[in-house]
């Protein structure tokens, strides 16, 4: 290799020297060295970190502190360096602390001396912030897309379910017959608001710290606002302390993450109970089941068991980040180097989840029959006791001989549909003598035509409503 040429990377020596070394002596000790090594955890943030090197030449550039030049000559050096890393399969065989030192090492080895210039006026504590931020843009808007699909396909599954009514629960106990499609809509909702979260958390990490160096900012005239341009952040730090230990975006995200996990969890439990033998109303894609090694019958909702544990893992990376953030004095403290592994996880678990969950949701059926035998005339007993408040009864009245009714219909061991009318005149007087009121689930729901009720009219409402929530949120 001629000496011109820049060494490979898998050419790199086997010790690679700090960028941080100054006055020390010696070497780290080999448990520190693991200790202070997070090449592996940061190895995803070089497309980001060299993308701010870009701009920081370019700023170093318009400060007077680099020629045109010595700011074309680094440009094209990091350009080589993301080729030499991108073509890499990982961070394993290289001998760096970290990402940004394996940046500058290959960039000075590339364009000789004048790599050494790209650091002037930047703290690693202002560059670790800046690719960090770069990275969580990108990784909000990936998320972002992907509450969208997952919300779309409860959406989609509930316009196919239109005119299916199924028994609504509290306690996990039939309470009123709703529309299948009203209980699908109600997992959507909250995704709705999660998706809310992550653009708030989306807002809050486009601030730009590139320009606070190690706590005190730049002493050079570098123009924050060309940069912020120039990397895509909608606006710049005010304090250059706060800049670079604010770590707040992060948790945000990692709350918002661990929500929505929450929410997931709560919608495959419903999965995992609704298509079990005992409730048998709806079955999963043969892509979201397995089945036992033992047992040649089983068919095993394991996308939705998955996914619900995976949710500790989401509120244990938040809890981690918290307690991580609750002690640090002012300014950066190395205890931040704690934030990429939780985000990191976390971001992951969540998009594999929602593409999970979403296929899942879209492969899931419904048994018709079953559920319409699950529709028990006890479940109309509040339409009785609202047939009774037509008549001008009082509620807590009509709700008493009601009551009564479902007593004696238990008693005689019949259904609340198969009693006569002496047996409802006995109750309220109120009931007359004529023929019983109709107990149909159907009509139960078209009853409730409010806002967020049930009736055809409601459902459409709130499907529009769902509609421009989506339109309003989703990433362009």
């Not at 009245?397 to 006995?426: N, T």
Request: aromatic letters at 4%; one cysteine or more; hydrophobic letters at 45%.
């Amino acid at each position: 290799m001629r000496s011109s040429e820049a060494p490979k990377p898998s050419e790199a020596p086997k010790t690679a020297r700090a960028i941080w070394g100054g006055p020390l002596e010696g070497g780290l000790a080999p448990a520190m060295e693991a200790l202070n090594r997070s090449l592996d955890v940061d190895w995803r943030l070089w497309p980001h970190d060299v993308r701010g090197s870009r701009a920081w030449v370019g700023g170093l550039k318009g400060a007077g502190v680099l020629s045109a030049a010595e700011a074309r000559r680094l440009c094209e050096g990091l350009d080589q360096v993301a080729n030499q890393l991108q073509a890499l399969p990982g961070p394993e065989d290289l001998p760096d602390e970290d990402v940004h030192s394996v940046i500058e090492r290959l960039l000075t080895e590339a364009v000789g001396p004048v790599g050494g210039k790209l650091h002037t006026g930047r703290s690693r504590n202002d560059q670790v912030a800046t690719a960090f931020r770069l990275w969580g843009k990108e990784a909000i808007r990936d998320l972002r897309g992907l509450h969208v699909r997952m919300i779309e396909s409860l959406r989609d599954r509930a316009r196919d379910a239109a005119g299916l009514a199924m028994p609504g629960y509290t306690h996990l106990q039939r309470a009123q017959p709703v529309p299948a499609a009203h209980w699908l809509l109600a997992r959507a909702w909250p995704l709705v608001r999660d998706l809310e979260a992550l653009a708030a958390v989306e807002r809050e990490c486009d601030v730009m710290p590139l320009g606070s160096g190690a706590v005190a900012g730049c002493p050079f005239p570098v123009d924050r606002e060309a940069l912020a341009a120039d990397l895509g952040f909608a606006a710049i730090s005010e304090n250059s302390i706060d800049a670079v230990s604010d770590r707040d975006w992060a948790a945000r995200l990692l709350f918002a993450a661990a929500m929505t996990g929450v929410h997931l969890s709560q919608l495959a439990e419903d999965i995992v109970l609704f298509s079990t033998a005992e409730f048998g109303f709806a079955r999963l894609g043969g892509g979201f089941t397995t089945g036992s090694s033992l047992m040649p019958q089983k068919r095993n909702p394991d996308a939705a068991e998955l996914v619900r544990g995976r949710t500790g893992r989401l509120v244990g990376n938040l809890n981690a980040l918290l307690l991580v953030l609750k002690g640090l004095p002012t300014g950066y403290n190395r205890d931040l180097q704690e934030d990429k592994e939780a985000l990191f996880d976390s971001v992951d678990t969540l998009a594999l989840s929602l593409r999970v969950m979403a296929g899942a949701v879209e492969s899931l059926s419904f048994s018709a029959g079953t559920i319409e035998s699950a529709l028990d005339a006890e479940l109309l007993a509040t339409d009785l006791a609202d047939h009774l408040v037509r008549k001008g009864v009082p509620f807590r009245e009509s709700h008493h001989a009601v009551a009564a009714l479902v007593q004696a219909a238990q008693a005689k061991d019949k259904r609340l549909d198969e009693l006569g009318p002496a047996d409802l005149c006995q109750a309220h007087p109120a009931f007359g003598d004529g023929a019983p009121p109709v107990l149909d689930a159907a009509a139960s729901v078209e009853s409730r035509a409010v806002r967020g009720g049930t009736a055809q009219t409601a459902m459409a409402a709130q499907l529009d409503s769902l509609d421009a929530a989506l339109a309003s949120l989703a990433p362009s």
